[in-house]
């Protein structure tokens, strides 16, 4: 199992009414799927990251959307599972606690950054790991 913000696919929605799913772009899809070529056995598990991922990933079995559309056949038999969560919970948790506070911590590891500015998104960060945890089972 691959675990990532960003999956190995980007939807977008179009005026015509079907999306246009491509491989993904990054440092990250470029490796993993090199280092995965030819696995039927692996499934990348990442959070859909606009509205049209959202609705492809609750169309789809469980968020599976490996064969749901052709275009996903880009990855080389790599499945993927996106996973719906809303983008409230998803901004809150992205913006408002990984990038405002855990990459500052990463370095310092600072007692001092905690701070009223973070707790108040927290509780999407919860909400964000329970659903890659429910995810995962």
Known sequence: MVASNRGPISVTAVDDGEDQ?????????????AALKDRDDVVWVCAALNDAERALAREADHGHVSGSHSSVDLLDGVGVRMLPIDATTFRQAYNGIANSSLWLWVPKTSSALIGPWVQR?????????????????
């Open 21 to 33: 799913v491509d491989r993904g772009g990054g440092g990250l899809v470029s490796g993993m799927l």
């Open 121 to 137: 998104p927290w509780p999407s960060w919860n909400d964000l790991w329970l659903w890659v945890c429910a995810s995962s089972t």
